[in-house]
């Protein structure tokens, strides 16, 4: 299993792979309003960081990026989750589009059973 984290640039992406995440069989995820680091700086009025950060992020006006987390159980559908945040959000490379990582897990609780119901074991535990 997976830790999949997206930092969306752009709010207009949100709902859209909010939507879609459920047909790739990703049952759920957590989302967080955050601030880069560019954004931070950019508000302290000072005109040097201000310059650096609009360089480092990308942003204009941009107040707010939207964090999105999601265990993933399987390989597959890590994969299938990445190529659908590329659909939505475009190139990643692309400054001030956004960022994706991926964190191993070694152990999780209380996931939300897949929606293939055979790989749930009769005590409840989950497994990927």
Do not use: C, W
């Amino acid at each position: 299993m997976n830790l999949l984290v997206v930092v969306l640039n752009h709010e207009e992406h949100l709902r859209t792979l909010l939507e879609k995440l459920p047909e790739i069989d990703v049952r759920g995820a957590t989302v967080i309003s955050s601030t880069g680091m560019g954004q931070l700086l950019a508000a302290a009025d000072v005109p040097i960081f201000s310059t650096l950060s609009k360089l480092l992020s990308g942003a204009s006006n941009r107040v707010q990026n939207y964090t999105v987390f999601s265990v993933i159980r399987t390989e597959e559908t890590l994969e299938n989750a990445i190529a659908l945040v590329h659909e939505i959000a475009g190139d990643l490379k692309d400054v001030g589009s956004g960022i994706l990582f991926v964190v191993p897990v070694a152990r999780v609780e209380g996931l939300a059973a897949p929606l293939s119901a055979g790989s749930v074991k009769s005590t409840g535990e989950q497994h990927s």
